[in-house]
């Protein structure tokens, strides 16, 4: 009788743990319900973030030609009626052509490591 007692106990005592354990289960499938809509906005607020709209994108594309003396500043026009935001220069010759000072709302600056530098220059505002 003494055994039966005690299993009728350790039967109570699993059986209040199982209802514990479903009750929080129960608590933690209402907290994920609640927030999946919100991370459902976080992810759309993230994928914004890191779209680029193409709307907004304008540039141009223009090649030029440093200075016959190395290290002398050009002025490129850029005709787009506003400071750029990106401008990203490649040598298409043996020479390093670079930045010399900020663009402004008509030109960019370069200058040119060696004579007469043929380069690209995307330009994006």
Known sequence: MENTEQQNTEAEE??????????SLNELKEIDERGKPE??????????RDKIEEAYIFGKKITGTT?????TETTHTHYLSR??????????SNG???????????????????ASLTFDAYILI
């Open 14 to 23: 699993l059986k209040t743990k199982i209802e514990k354990i479903e009750q």
């Open 83 to 92: 400071i750029p935001t990106f401008i990203f220069i490649t040598s298409t």
């Open 39 to 48: 991370m459902e906005r976080i992810k759309t607020k993230l994928n914004e």
């Open 67 to 71: 200075h016959a003396t190395p290290g």
């Open 96 to 114: 390093v052509v670079y930045k010399s000072k900020a663009a402004d709302k008509t030109s960019f600056y370069v200058k040119g490591s060696a």
